[in-house]
């Protein structure tokens, strides 16, 4: 049994402390939010004020803070906040401890700035005398606790081999249980695995909502038509289709229906399809890199 603290407790934060909960861990909540403190409290839940973190002895700091919008950018102020006391832990603790980042960040945070604030409020060095973990979420805010306890994707960026055996072995219940698929990387590629599913999902569904507009115009029902593209279309049932990297689309098809359908909507319908006109463009850039040499193996 580890002894686990939840650093922010909303949503990703709750799921997570009572999955471990209920594979048999030591969970403490953390938060600064007196109606989250209140909440978890009244159900029973071992809490704390951020502010009074030194009480706690833990194993294992899992940071589920959130990164909101500032300006257009990804606003780390909650992480400014917490590293100075995260830190303050690290350096009273005579043993091992792990960190494990959940929140979504922009490729190299952990790197260029979570692993330095560490290192400079604890005076110790990340990899030697604790280690570093990235674990993005992949929860559906409806069904956070349910997703969490029958994981589809487990995904580790660890700083070190002993990093990653670490929280390997903290999903182990989960693991045994679901058979998730699992991916062991470093830090930088696990933190853009999660915005590159959330980037394709969004993608998926302004593609849909782009033909929808094209369906209105021509008086066509496009569910009827996604719904049966969702069975044909090759990449839909073929997960592995079209993620090899560095390659443009190319054959007969494809380059000609893509063009030939754009000019169809412009033309004859007078509708603008950009994400049908991005999809050329990149293909065009990845075609004419190639050609010079730059394709990427």
């Known amino acids: 049994m580890s002894k686990i603290v939840i650093i922010g ?14 594979a048999g861990h030591s969970v403490t909540f953390v938060d600064i939010n007196p109606l989250i403190i209140e909440k978890l409290t009244k159900e029973g839940y071992q809490v704390e004020n951020i502010h009074h973190i030194n009480n706690i002895v833990w194993d294992v700091c899992i940071i589920c803070l959130p990164t909101p919008l500032k300006n257009g950018a990804i606003d780390l102020s909650f992480f400014d906040n917490v590293m ?23 490729p190299c945070t952990t790197e260029h700035f979570i692993i330095p ?7 110790k060095r990340a990899g ?21 306890l029958k994981p589809w994707s ?9 990093s990653g055996d670490a929280l390997l072995e903290l999903y182990r219940y989960f ?9 062991i990387t470093d830090l930088r590629t696990a933190e853009i695995i999660k915005y590159v599913q959330n980037l394709y999902n969004a993608t998926k569904i302004s593609f849909s909502n782009e033909i929808w507009t094209v369906c209105n115009k021509l008086e066509i029902d496009g569910d009827i038509v996604m719904s049966s593209v969702a069975q044909s279309a090759e990449g839909m049932w073929n997960a592995k289709y079209g993620t090899r990297c560095g390659y443009p689309f190319d054959g007969h098809c494809l380059p000609k229906d893509t063009r030939g359908f754009l000019a169809f909507a ?32």
Do not use: W
């Open 9 to 22: 407790s909303g949503v990703v934060g709750q799921a997570t402390g009572k999955g471990f909960i209920q």
């Open 128 to 148: 030697k005398d604790f280690g570093v973990c990235m674990n993005p979420e992949f929860l559906r805010q409806k069904t956070s606790e349910k997703d969490f």
């Open 266 to 297: 412009e033309r004859e319908l007078k509708v603008n399809m950009p994400l049908l006109e991005a999809v050329i463009t990149v293909n065009n850039s990845i075609e004419a890199n190639n050609k010079t040499g730059a394709k990427l193996e």
């Open 117 to 123: 604030s560490l290192e400079k409020y604890s005076k």
């Open 175 to 183: 693991i045994q249980n679901e058979k998730p698929a699992i991916t």
């Open 154 to 162: 487990i995904v580790i960026g660890a700083l070190d081999k002993r």
């Open 84 to 106: 100075p006391h995260i830190g303050a832990q690290l350096a009273k603790s005579n043993s091992y401890q792990l960190i494990v980042v959940r929140s979504t960040i922009p």
